[in-house]
Every structure is written in structure tokens, then in C-alpha cells.
């Protein structure tokens, strides 16, 4: 078995120099930044004392716990990230702090498997006394991504263990039986995470966990019950509150939390983003592993909902700061978003478990626009700056000045108090390989194009499939593909949603798919001998306008080229980006760029419209127009040339 | 001496049809509605129990406070606005109402002369132990304002006095000296009334006091050590807090109060609105008072920041609702200002005020700038329904879908919770008469063109001033003029800023002014043979642009006729606004309309740009241009006809 292999599916080896030189930033530049972090052994950087808190917790060390309250997960996304670079590639070095760091992990867990510095450490009678606000749940669901991912990289159990005693101890503590508590987290992970250990494991208990967190969601008044009880505080502050929520919205205050229904009547996406989407992601889950049409059917709604109602060009989500949360359909500003980086994330891992429900194109679209947009442009081209939110359009001064915008950041940073975005961005990217491919029966599926050597078990059959491509570059991909079976297999390819030509080649001649089903070309046939198929989806820019529902789009285009979404910055077109009017009729001329590892930027014409610089705040509108040309560059790199304006959506004509 | 006069300035009564059916509402809607409301009459609002509050403090009844802490502000700004009215027009039933809630009130006031019936009823150990929060000063000088005005209308000295108890105890609690508190107000307000019961009493001690609560602001650290004192907890909901104050902004906690520094070196304008504009009011005051030339310099600088930096093009200030506040120099955003009524209100107090230093049009421009359009955009043309916030564009589902602009409102509403808005529109427009002319020494200017008769002493004679006009829909302004005296007059008219061309006639002759000072066209001439003038200010419609370094009106116009500001409205151009783009070349006509009391239209060219309406969220940009006329009516008219968009600075070629 090779180590990068999901278990009966098949193994992916990644080969696109773009994405290498991501994973090896993701190797090189966050995974070892982020260990300082963790060890306080950075000067330019707030102390975390997240490992300190485990030495404490673990009797190693005296001290006072530290951070947020779940401090602890910053930890585990390090130890998930770590365990999908070691899958890729061994690292004994780096096997040897990992291994250091699980020790401690272990030694901090209690004997029972509780497991959570912060209470261990603070709040010994106060465990599970505040699940809406203390991430107790949370935390224990990144302890099992991480371990899993830690023992199928190296094979090494103990951290693996000590995950399934965690889960084991949360079966003996929540359930509907009487005497188990009724309670469910205010931070949804646990659930996709034991969804994860059932799949490792086999123990149907964790799934019946997982069902249980997510099926009881809504239906019972367990937090109402336990604001009462700890005497109607917030753990926050300790003032008391009048409800157990703060309201982010007009919404009540059980909508941040996805509480405000059961999760099978839950129709639109609503609350944190984050919390929605890996909610969402173990429903899709939980519906692909017991085969529950109706969850799914719910799980659909709900994608339809975020996709193509609240989703902005660039697959961000969530479109207020207020909540890091949604907000209502077509609601989708610019300058006030929120856009986190690790809800795209988060909407890349529910389109993934969606595509074990059913092969739709729309999951992959969805996956690849959040992933070459938001996620890419959370993290600046060298790996070692990041953003938490991601606008759609950018004024430095303006972000200074105006409180409503203060949360739009212009430069990226290098940490933050709330860690939550670099960890996962590691994480994503370690593992990119398990998205590129998805295996049904006697069907392989290409989701993602991206360079690279697989061998996907399926009908029987191993079928080798080299892939090559300068994608998201060129729309030009070719798969070499080889079967040790005499079965049929279909091999479909993702038709992408931009493209509006495509043509597809075997072995040098032109075909037509067998048949186009829910957007993929499939061919069926023995692969038995060697097969190249080429597949050509016409990349060309264009400009591309918004539903006229999404009012601060009114009167605006954007500039696309194959999944990109392009931007004007100020370090190409000066500054007051918002003076310019797109000429849409003039076309876009492509150029490629050899900086920043080879792009193609984009031109376009269009007019400046200036007024003069004067004393006066207002005055008779004479204004001088300008002809000039706009140049534009992929959305993921921008910001990489300093501070200056950004805008995705220009005024055009 | 006529009610409505100011003393040793002279009379003044308004005949303007414009400004007495405004009048007319405050006498007959807004004064009647909020002494319902302030006696929990109204079955349409929340109860206030601001009356009820009174009456416990005066052992009338039992019960509880309730409502705000400064909850009798509420009735002393009625008692100011009908002093205003009464002022106008004597009612003996009003003052019935008046007379029993004064007798009520001096009830309330305990016998050492201290009167706030949340600290008599509620936490009478707890009075001046949180001077930052709790507003005690700020309603002590509501009630002293209140009481001038009922007594200068009636003559009735009953209230008079018990402001003079009030202000006579405070002087015993507050000032430099030894054994005396050194704190001062969380909000700025008691300063101005001081200086107001100095000018009416002549007694010097107000003024003294009213000087120290200035000039020890932001000298020692007072809000600190009661902050320490209290045990760190914030009034408002009891919590430990790690300051006293939130920040409002990237500022420190000590801007949002303006004590960041003494105010004689504060320099732009900061921190909360109108606490700004009641504090510099009462510093330009100050500076009038005593002559003081520095003093003025700092106010000077403090007006040139707000109205040639931070203000919008309807005379509203405070760019961000986050604080109610101000945040930097050319941060306008239109869609998530705050722009309150009040403080516009409060700027003109200022500007009022600074007239009282030096006559410089800029004052009288900015009077009327902020009067006609935000002032009375405040309030609908009824006078039953008003606005706290008043943006430049609304989008009644956008306010209603996204956080950072839920606190605008796209309909008016009759009260608030915090109603400061409404009483503060009745007691200006029941003054207005007060702002129209300024009497220097042997000169007459006059401010605002409102028609009117005026009895003016100046140079030791009195001037008739009949003034007609129908502005602000004309530009044209007679003036018919006779002094009692022979000494020569200068009678001096501003000339508004918006103005590009104007002429004079005297007695049907054209002339030129004798001179053109800061701004006025001066005659100096006796004026013993009754003599008019006739000014004619040009008053076409144009388009204004923005300084460029306003980013949110970059490529966008306006349209202004004379001081008013106009608007396009979806009742007149159908939703969505934002994809219309002005046809600035083909100019602006205009038309007189009968509604509202009669108002010109303005109408333009325009272009729509639409994209079709599909189910698709983003599509390729193939726009549909549409040749259409769009029409404008004056901001202070929007929202007349129900809910829909409105937009002040549009798109424009």
C-alpha cells in the first residue's frame, strides 16, 4: 500500500509543479512556522502556549492555562497537517516531533479519555458545562482528524488509540439513552471527524455518535437548559446575557449555531460559515455511509442554497463579518464580506463528501472555484502570510478608517489569535491528492485537474491513470491510462462549468464522449491497452456579470479565464480603482507571465473618469476622461506586491 | 418685548410657508404625540415611563425606574420644544400640560438642587460615581435648556429656578478646587446650557463652571480612577470590562468621549458625533462669551476638519454606526453611514455659534446645508415618522439582509428607544426664527432666507427687516428695510456657496455690493427711508462631483439645485439604481411640481445597463443598454411614498 492511498480506492501521487510548490511551502514553510508557534518560539509572533498548555495539563510543567478555549485544536490541525505531508513523503525529523508532541497529547489525557487542556487545566468541574460556547466537542473532533491522519501516514497507533478512547469515553457521555447527557456542540467538527474514525475503524458506534450529534441538533432545548444552569452567563466575558446567544443578525439566536431546526428541515444556509459547512459536510457523509436519500436530498438543498444563491465569483462564503456568517440569499457585498478562508475550506470538504452521494459536475466546479480563488488567496505566493477574510474589493485606507470595513485586512499576516485558517490551509493542501480522483463502481471520476500518477481500484481492476496538465493555466489535459482487467470501466471527466467548447481526442483521434451525463464526458471502455485520452476545454477570458438580485454587483463585470477570477490591483493600474469603466466590448488580450511560478494576465480597456484634487469636499461635476488600459491578474496572487487597492468587480459599460 | 425675541438682539417671526407648515407639524403632531408617548399613551409604541419616573421620584407614586438612564431627557427636550412653540404662539393648553409636568419635576428635584430620577429612585448611593456612562450631567443640562426656553415663552420662573438650584448645586460639586469632584461629562451637554443660563442670568459662576468642564476634558485621568473605583464594570450590563470604554474604532477608548486630549489641542474631529458637536458648540460659545481668540482657533480648526473632511454632501456627519461616530478624514462610505439627525442638529448649533465669533459665510452655508437636507430628511413631510440614520443610498433588502447596514432604515419610523431624534428636529425647527439674521455691532447678516418679519437692535437702533422669498425652491430674496435711527447700517447677505452667479437691486436699481467680505454682500447705508433689496442667487440644477480622495463617490455625480441635494427613488426610477449611469453631458431639467407644498423635479439622461434575470448566479457579461430619463426629488423629500431604493451619488459618464 502506498502511503498516499485512500483504503480500497486507490493511491495519488501529485505531479503539477504548481501544486508542488505549494505542498512543498505547505512542508517547507508552514508546518515548521507553525511548530514555533505552537513552542512560543517565535519573537514575531503573540506566544500561543498551546503546547505549554498540554505540558501543564500532562503534570510536565506548573503554569496557568493560556490562549482560547480551544487552544487545543490549533495543536491537532498542526498534527492532521503533519500526518497528510508524511503520507506524501516520510520525514523522520519531523516523525520525531510529531511523535514528542504525542506523548504529551497522551499523557494529558485523563484516564477516563477525557481530553481537553483548557478544562484539565482550569475547569475541572466545569467539563461539558458549556457546550455552546467552550468547544469541547470541537476540539475532540480535530484530536481524531489528526490522529487519523497521523497513523494512516506512519502506521504508528499510539495517537490512533488514543483518539478511539476519546470517542469511546464521548459514546459513554452523550446519547439519547437516559442518563447520558442530551447535549450537541456549539462548534460542529466532532461529527465529520467520528464519521472519519467509523471509516477507519469500522465500530459503527462512532457513526452512531455522529448520527446522534447530528440528528438531535435542533430538536431538544439542551442549550436553552444549560444557560440556564451555569445562571444565564456567557462564558466570554461572565456577564450575564439575555439569551445564550449574542444575535448576529436579525436572525434569533439559535440560527449562528444551526440549531434553529432540525438539521432535516434546515432549507437555507444560515449562521457561521464555518460551522455550517462542516455540519453540512457530515450530513453528506453520514447520508453517502448509510445511503439516506432523504439526508441527502436535504444536504442538496442546502448546496443549492450556499452555491448558487449566497456564493460569491470566487467561491467565498459568508458574506458578513457580523458572525463570520451568512447572511440571506443574493446578499453578497464586496467591501463588507467576510469570505473566511477556512470557509471555502470547509465548502471544498462538503462538495467532496457530495461527490460519494452522487457524481454531479456541480461538486467539482463548486470545489475547483473555491479552491484556485478563496483558498489560494488566502495565503500569499511564498506560504507565509494569510488572510482570514477575503474581499472582493480592497482600499487600504478604507479598511483603516472605516469600522464596518477595519475586518477587511490589505496585507496579509503572518499569524493570528484565532489560528484556524493557516492550520487548514495545510491540512487542504497535504491531502489534495484524495480530491482529484472519485472511484464509484467500474467508474473512475476526474474531478480536479491536476498533474499526476494515480491507480484507482475499481471494477476489479487497477487502472493506472498518468494525468498531465498546466492546468488551471491551459484547459488542455491529457490521461494516460492503463487497466489490468478485461472489464468495462468509465472513465468520465468533468466537463467545468466555464467552459462553453471542449474536444476530446483517444489516442490522436477526435471522439465524442459516450455519453455527457450530469456534466462529464464518459467513455466506457477495456483500458487494457495503454490510452491516452486528451481532453481540450477552451480557456479564454471573458468578462462575466451577476444575477441582477446581488445589488452591489448592479452595473459591474468581472474577468474570468478557465476557474480563475481575475482582479485589478493598484501595483498594475494606479490607485482609486473604482474610477475606472470597463470598455466590455473591446475584449480581453491574454499574456503569459513567466513571474510567480507562469500565470496569464489579462487587459482590458477602459476609461478613467477623474475629477480634479482640489481643497473642496464638493464641487461642479467636470470630469476628465481617460482612455486607458486595465491590467488584470488571477485573484489567488493578489496582494503579492504590497499594499494597494483590489477589485474584482469593475464598473463597466 | 415680543416672546420670540432674543434679548438686546431684537424679535423675529417667521412667515414663510415652507417653514410654518414645518412649525405647524412640531406644534400640532410631534409636541402632542410625544407628550403621549412620555405618558405611555400610545398604544403604537413601548411604553417610555419617562413621566412615571418623575412621578416616583416625587413620592407621587410607587414603582420602579424604567427605561434608559437618561430617560428624563426625553421630557426635558418637550419642555424645550414647547417653550420653542410657545415662543411662536401662546397655547393655553399646552402650557396646562407644561405647568403640570413642572410642578412634577421640581417635586422630583431633591432639596440640595440635585434632580435625575434614576439615581433618586434607583441607586441613590451610586450618584456621580460613573460619570462617563451615566448621563447625569448630560440630562442636568436638557433640563436647564428646557428651562430658559419655558421661561423666556412664559415668563413663569417656576422651572427657571429649579435650574438655577440645579446648576447653583453642581457648582458646589464640580470645579478645580480642593474637596470638589474634577470629573466631567461622558456626554457633552451641560456645558452649552450653562453658558446659555450665564447669557440669561448674567451670573458668572455658570459660566465659570461651564469653562472647567471644558478645560479639564482630557487633562487628568478622572474616567480612569472612577473606572478603578467601580471595580471595573461597565454600567450597561454589569460585566468586567479591561477598559472603561469600548473602542468604537481602531482609536483609543478615550476618542469615542473626546477626553483623548484637552480640547484645546484636539485638532480633527473624533469619537462620538453629537457629543462633538454639543462640546464644540459649547466651546465656540465660550470662546464668543470671553473673546477668546485662541480658543475660536481651535474651534475653527475643529469646523474646517468636520466640514471639509468628514462631512457628506447633505450636511450629515458621522461615517460609521459603530460608535455613532466619526472615523477619518474622507471616509464617506454612503451605504453604512450613520449621519445622525442629532448631529447634524448639533452642527448647526455650532455653526450658529461660531457666528457669534465672526461672520464667515462658511457658517451659514453648512447651516443650510445641513438644515434642508439631512435636518429635515430626518423627519417625513407629515411629521409623524422619523429617521435616526440617514444614508445617501438605500436598498430596503439590502438593509434588511446584510449586518453592516442593518441600522439603516429604509422606512421612518414613529419612535425610537433612544429618542433623541425627534424631540431634538422639534426644538430646532421651534427656534429656527433664532438662526436667520446675526447682529453684529451697527450690522444686520443674514443666514438662512426664510421669509419673515424682523425687529433687528443694532447701532443703537432698531431695523425692520421684512424678508420674502421662496426659498429654497428660489433663488430670489426681497428684502424691504427701515431703520429708526440715522446712523449708517451694514446689511450684509450671505452668499451661499452653491451659488455661481447672483445680483443686487436696491429700490429696482441694479448695484454692486459696497463690499464682498467672508463670503456677504454688504450695504452700508441708513436705511431711515424704507429701502429694499433684491438679491437674486442663480439657482440651476447641476451635477457636483466628489474630491477624488472620497473613494465611495469616485466615478459618480450628484445632483444639487441651490442648498438642496436631490435623490433618485425608486418610485420614480423603478429598483435597482445602481445599474443606471448618468448622461452628465445633456444637463438637468427641471420642473415645478405641486406636491409637497411644491418642490422642483429634476430630471437627466441616463443609461440602464442590465443583465438578464436566470436562475444563474454569475453568467457571461452581455449587457442590455437601455436610453432612459431618470427624475430626482430633493433629499429631504425621499421616502415620502413608501419603502424603496434611494441613491444620492449615482454612477455618471
Avoid at 122 to 138: A, F, G, M, N, T
Amino acid at each position: 500500500m502506498e502511503r498516499n492511498e485512500i483504503p480500497g480506492q486507490g493511491a495519488c501521487r501529485i505531479e503539477s509543479g504548481f501544486w508542488n510548490r505549494y505542498i512543498g511551502v505547505i512542508r517547507n514553510g508552514v508546518i515548521p512556522y507553525q511548530w514555533d508557534i505552537l513552542n512560543d518560539r517565535r519573537e514575531d509572533a503573540e506566544p500561543s502556549h498551546a503546547i505549554d498548555n498540554f505540558r501543564i495539563a500532562a503534570g510536565e510543567m506548573e503554569g496557568a492555562f493560556y490562549g482560547q478555549v480551544f487552544q487545543d485544536s490549533d495543536v491537532y490541525k498542526w498534527l492532521e497537517a503533519v500526518g497528510n505531508i508524511l503520507m506524501l513523503e516520510r520525514d523522520p525529523h519531523l516523525e520525531e516531533q510529531a511523535d514528542s508532541l504525542i506523548d504529551l497529547i497522551v499523557k494529558a489525557q485523563e484516564p477516563d479519555g477525557y481530553l481537553d487542556t483548557y478544562f484539565t487545566i482550569r475547569e475541572p468541574d466545569k467539563k461539558w458545562s458549556d457546550l455552546l460556547e467552550c468547544h469541547e466537542l470541537y476540539c475532540a473532533g480535530h484530536m481524531i482528524e489528526g490522529a487519523i491522519a497521523y497513523y494512516q501516514a506512519t502506521g504508528k497507533e499510539k495517537i490512533y488509540r488514543a483518539a478511539c478512547r476519546l470517542a469511546d469515553y464521548l459514546t459513554q457521555i452523550f446519547g439519547q439513552e437516559e442518563g447520558k447527557m442530551h447535549g450537541y456542540p456549539g462548534h460542529q467538527e466532532i461529527e465529520l471527524a467520528l464519521l472519519k474514525l467509523y471509516e477507519v475503524s469500522g465500530e459503527e458506534q462512532y457513526l452512531r455518535l455522529a448520527s446522534y450529534f447530528l440528528e438531535t441538533r435542533g430538536t431538544n432545548r439542551f442549550f436553552e437548559e444549560e444557560f440556564e444552569k451555569r445562571g444565564r452567563t456567557t462564558f466570554w466575558n461572565g456577564a450575564k446575557i439575555p439569551e445564550p446567544n449574542e444575535r448576529y443578525n436579525h436572525y434569533p439566536y439559535s440560527y449562528y449555531n444551526q440549531f434553529h431546526a432540525p438539521v432535516r428541515q434546515q432549507e437555507t444556509a444560515v449562521g457561521h460559515a464555518v460551522r455550517a459547512m462542516y455540519m453540512y459536510t457530515a450530513m453528506a457523509d453520514l447520508a453517502a455511509k448509510t445511503k439516506d436519500q432523504e439526508l441527502y436530498r436535504v444536504c442538496r438543498r442546502l448546496w443549492d442554497d450556499v452555491t448558487t444563491k449566497q456564493m460569491y465569483l470566487t467561491g467565498g462564503i459568508g458574506a458578513t463579518s457580523s458572525g463570520e456568517a451568512f447572511t440571506q440569499d443574493y446578499d453578497l457585498p464586496n467591501d463588507t464580506n467576510y469570505s473566511e478562508t477556512c470557509a471555502s475550506i470547509g465548502l471544498i470538504f462538503f462538495a467532496h463528501r457530495m461527490l460519494q452521494c452522487e457524481t454531479d459536475s456541480v461538486y467539482g466546479d463548486v470545489m475547483e472555484q473555491a479552491l484556485y480563488n478563496t483558498v489560494l488567496g488566502g495565503m500569499n505566493y511564498e506560504g507565509n502570510r494569510f488572510f482570514y477574510v477575503n474581499p472582493l474589493e480592497a482600499v487600504p485606507e478604507v479598511s483603516k478608517a472605516n469600522p464596518e470595513r477595519h475586518h477587511v485586512g490589505t496585507l496579509r499576516r503572518k499569524w493570528f489569535s484565532c489560528a484556524c485558517c493557516p492550520p487548514n490551509l495545510a491540512r487542504l493542501i497535504g491531502s489534495l491528492w484524495k480530491y482529484i480522483y472519485t472511484v464509484g463502481e467500474s467508474r473512475v471520476n476526474v474531478q480536479l485537474y491536476i498533474a499526476g500518477t494515480a491507480h484507482l481500484n475499481t471494477g476489479g481492476q487497477t487502472l493506472s491513470v498518468i494525468q498531465k496538465t498546466e492546468y488551471p493555466n491551459d484547459g488542455k489535459i491529457s490521461f494516460t491510462i492503463q487497466g489490468d482487467g478485461e472489464r468495462d470501466i468509465e472513465f468520465a471527466l468533468r466537463i467545468p462549468g466555464w467552459a462553453e467548447n471542449w474536444r476530446f481526442t483517444i489516442n490522436g483521434e477526435a471522439v465524442v464522449p459516450d455519453q455527457v451525463e450530469k456534466g462529464y464526458a464518459v467513455f466506457c471502455r477495456n483500458w487494457k491497452q495503454e490510452t491516452t485520452i486528451q481532453a481540450d476545454f477552451e480557456m479564454k477570458a471573458q468578462f462575466v456579470g451577476a444575477n441582477p438580485k446581488i445589488h452591489y454587483d448592479l452595473g459591474r463585470a468581472a474577468m474570468t479565464r478557465g476557474p480563475l477570477v481575475y482582479c485589478l490591483e493598484e501595483a498594475d493600474n494606479g490607485p482609486r480603482l473604482d474610477e475606472l469603466v470597463l470598455n466590455t466590448e473591446a475584449g480581453i488580450r491574454e499574456t503569459a507571465r513567466p513571474e510567480w511560478n507562469g500565470y496569464v494576465e489579462l487587459e482590458a480597456d477602459a476609461v478613467r473618469i477623474k475629477l480634479p484634487e482640489g481643497q473642496d469636499l464638493y464641487m461642479p461635476y467636470r470630469p476628465v476622461k481617460e482612455k486607458v488600459k486595465v491590467r488584470a491578474v488571477p485573484y489567488y496572487l493578489w496582494n503579492n506586491r504590497g499594499e494597494g487597492e483590489m477589485q474584482v468587480w469593475m464598473k463597466a459599460d
